[in-house]
């Protein structure tokens, strides 16, 4: 079965500086992979995705990531971090679209200081 | 476009009583899943609903938690009885049916949080 680790349960940035989430995989094939934002108290929305072609992906809010499939990883990035940023972020993977189903790692909390 | 439409947001009960909760997915989306979130934890897919089939409940502990999905529509998660450890946010998800090409996309509600005393 398909699983997902994200290594750091915390990270604290400061507003204007870089960020990279880690997010590692483990799956025999290429897998669909996402990364989805919660702020408190909100359900999951979908920063961006990706499925095939370019391995760097473009996501809403000015985030990106990149798939690399010899490390197995799919990191987020956004290279100026805002205070509104601040929340948790989950990667997932879906392996069988027939069914549409998606494991997420239990995620990273990003705190951002002024 | 509205969204995916989740009730309660918040149910305190004790041990043993019962609970159900409410999800309404996007309007055309085939695909429903409820989600169990444990504080610290990502979501952990408890049932999948395909129109108003059942893909997958391999995770879902039958022996107190059942769903349905009625005329393929909205569906309800039942609980019962409540143990201490199914206190968490119950996710609600929809998405397109997987033949549209943008299988995997999951579009989530708000959430309904449960704390079991």
């Known amino acids: 079965a398909q699983s997902v680790t994200q290594p750091d349960i915390h990270i604290t940035v400061s507003e204007g500086a870089s960020l990279e989430l880690r997010c590692n995989y483990s799956y025999g094939a290429t897998p669909y992979l996402f990364w989805y934002v919660q702020s408190p108290g909100q359900g999951l929305q979908l920063l961006l995705k990706y499925f095939s072609g370019d391995t760097l992906v473009q996501g809403i809010k000015g985030f990106e990531a990149e798939f690399k499939r010899s490390q197995s990883s799919f990191n987020l990035r956004k290279p100026s971090v805002h205070w509104s940023d601040a929340a948790e972020y989950f990667c997932a993977v879906t392996v069988n679209t027939n069914a549409g189903k998606s494991t997420f790692g239990d995620g990273t909390t990003l705190t951002v200081k002024p | 476009e509205a969204g995916v439409a989740q009730s309660p947001r918040y149910k305190i009960i004790e041990k043993r009583q019962s609970v159900a909760f409410w999800c309404n997915p996007i309007?055309?989306?085939?695909?429903l899943y409820w989600y169990q979130q444990i504080l610290g934890q990502g979501p952990k897919l408890l049932i999948q609903?395909?129109?108003?089939?059942?893909?997958?409940d391999s995770q879902l502990p039958k022996d107190r938690f059942s769903a349905e999905r009625l005329k393929g529509v909205d569906s309800t998660l039942k609980i019962q009885p409540a143990k201490l450890e199914d206190s968490a946010v119950y996710l609600c998800a929809s998405s397109l049916d997987p033949g549209q090409g943008v299988a995997g996309e999951l579009f989530f509600g708000e959430g309904s949080r449960l704390t079991v005393l």
């Open positions: 309007s055309g989306h085939a695909t």
């Open positions: 609903f395909q129109n108003n089939g059942v893909v997958d």
